[in-house]
């Protein structure tokens, strides 16, 4: 449930106006809270650009590297860098990284730097991207994903009244097939539409449990890595996205942007990160995340109670009525139920298909 309260400051700054306008509050505190909100909300010097793009890559899918700079080349809103992070990549995919970089238009290429990057994790070439940012805000884009040409114009409009808040967009996913296009080269092929199954509204609680925002749907706030230090775990190899996506908005807030602006690619055979990594790595990766955040003091977005009120709640009411549900007491005759409905809930469907399919033409 998203927040019905709309706030545009960052949580750290929104608890600290708080304390400083509680009544009867110290005034010498009060000076120092202040003092402390003004540092935070010091706005960005404006002659950086307004977003640095960290863009990562391998070189093992150079089809989809040229695509990903096609979309920031077609960017409606050019105010930005582009970082290109290979991080281990064999000298010949090096090679067709820095040829692919090469090829762009002129103008383009004059804000463009190609970093390579050997060793560690995924999280390696993050940090050494952060350390080489010079923009307001940054965002993270893999090479086998595709932006619109608002990416870029949306994070700019929204961060003009986000108050230091993290800046989330929407994103749709597709499938693609790896597959070998005529000339013998690598390609690949789309095989679904475009679908927006990720979560339309941020929902702080639930992304505790699991991340549902792609990594380009966000651009992050430079005073997170400047001001409060915030690295990428190089200790992970995964979820090195939900860890700083946790972090980040917890710290910061979200400022939700409405428009969709990317699609993210989930790839059907072939090598991708849930391919790569077992099911051991991405437990203990997870747990990882876990760990930290719950050894933290978490602040809450504006509206959450009533979400954790709700949550509470069910949890309380499956402790006190869970045994209904041990053993066969209340599943046979559910069962039995279910058994003699299912063929008219079966033919009911049908039914319902075929007089739609008859609508439609």
Known sequence: MPSTVTDHRSNVVGLLGQLASTTNADPSLVK?????????????????????????????????????LLCLVGQTDQDFEVVVLAHNAEPAAASEIRAAVDGQPPEFLKKVRL??????????PLNVGVQAAEG?????????????????????????????????ALVANQSVVPEQWPNGAPGFRTSSWPKVEFPVNFD??????VNGSPFMSWAFPRRLFTMYGFRFDEELLVCEDWDVILRGSLL????????????????????????????????????????????????????SMANLRRLALLDDAWKRYSFLFAGNQLRQPLDAMWVAAAPVVKLGVRMFKRIRRAIKR
Request: net charge negative; hydrophobic share 35%.
């Open 204 to 209: 702080q609680v639930r992304h505790l449990l």
């Open 252 to 303: 910061c807030g979200v400022e939700e942007i409405g428009a969709l602006t990317s699609i993210y690619r989930r790839w059907q055979g072939g090598e991708s990160s849930y391919t790569s990594h077992s099911s051991e790595a991405w437990q203990h990766s997870e747990q990882r995340v876990i760990d930290r955040t719950d050894a933290s003091i978490l602040l809450m977005p504006v509206g």
């Open 136 to 168: 307001r805000y940054l965002s993270i884009y893999d090479d086998d994903d595709l932006l619109f040409a608002n990416w870029v114009e949306e994070f700019h409009r929204a961060s003009e009244a986000a108050g230091g808040r993290a800046l989330r």
């Open 115 to 124: 970093i390579e990057v050997v060793g560690g994790t995924r999280a390696k």
């Open 32 to 68: 120092r809270l202040n003092a402390v909100i003004d540092l935070l909300e010091k706005p960005e010097d404006k002659s950086r650009p307004f977003l640095t793009v960290l863009l990562r890559t391998q070189g093992k899918r150079l089809e989809p590297l040229k695509d990903a």
